[in-house]
């Protein structure tokens, strides 16, 4: 699976849009872009995964550039509960070795 | 639907003992990762159980096993303890081998080795 790159930390005001970006330039057309949230103590929890196309659903949205060699996770109105490490992941699609390579991923705080 | 449960929750052990830890997926899912989650190092992958069989193993020594029950649950056992096997252990489960489908953590088991 590709290397990820992301900030360590970031904060945002809560009720403002929070993005949270990725730098994975060794991707290869078949791996897709995961994103997981840790919430402190907590087993991480799926948010989204895309491809090429932007996806969007009820908790964020992923952008991804058109080389595919970054993105951005968007969520669009920032609440406290959104406090936690968010991790992106690059992973192939198959019936291979299907875990998860976390890296250390991006701690937001999300600020009153 | 009820989610991946995980027991104990917390569990205490010395060096040189055994440690089993449970892992029950959801309804349906059949396969089952272990993680484990140490101070420091992030998240790492352990073990993942499919149908029953060991699919693949993360980069860790023999003393970590585990199996898959025909109901799909899955037990972690870490044998001769180690001061530094002092972690979070997360499972998750998926639905079948298609990778694409999303994993569900469990709340995991913190266990402590002293």
């Known amino acids: 699976d590709a290397k990820t790159t992301q900030p360590p930390s970031m904060d945002c005001a809560e009720g403002r849009a929070a993005n949270l970006p990725c730098n994975h330039s060794?991707?290869?057309?078949?791996?897709?872009v995961y994103w997981y949230r840790q919430i402190h103590s907590q087993g991480p929890q799926y948010i989204i995964h895309g491809l090429k196309n932007n996806e969007t659903n009820e908790m964020a949205s992923l952008i991804i550039t058109e080389d595919r060699k970054s993105s951005t996770l968007i969520l669009p109105h920032a609440t406290l509960r959104d406090t936690a490490v968010y991790y992106c992941?690059?992973?192939?699609?198959?019936?291979?070795?299907?875990?998860?390579?976390f890296g250390t991923g991006t701690r937001l705080t999300v600020i009153p | 639907e009820a989610g991946v449960t995980q027991s104990p929750t917390h569990l205490i052990k010395t060096r040189g003992q055994q440690a089993t830890l449970r892992c029950s997926p959801i309804?349906?899912?059949?396969?089952v990762y272990w993680y484990q989650q140490a101070l420091g190092l992030g998240l790492q992958f352990l073990l993942w159980y499919d149908e029953g069989e060991e699919r693949n193993r993360g980069n860790f020594p023999p003393r970590f096993s585990g199996r898959q029950f025909p109901n799909y649950s899955s037990e972690l056992n870490v044998n001769a303890l180690e001061l530094e096997d002092s972690a979070l252990y997360l499972c998750?489960?998926?639905?079948?081998?298609?990778?694409?489908?999303?994993?569900?953590f469990g709340p995991g088991t913190r266990l402590t080795v002293l």
């Open positions: 060794t991707i290869s057309g078949n791996e897709y």
């Open positions: 992941i690059v992973r192939v699609l198959g019936t291979g070795a299907n875990n998860l390579f």
């Open positions: 998750a489960s998926s639905q079948g081998r298609v990778a694409y489908n999303e994993q569900f």
């Open positions: 309804s349906g899912h059949t396969s």
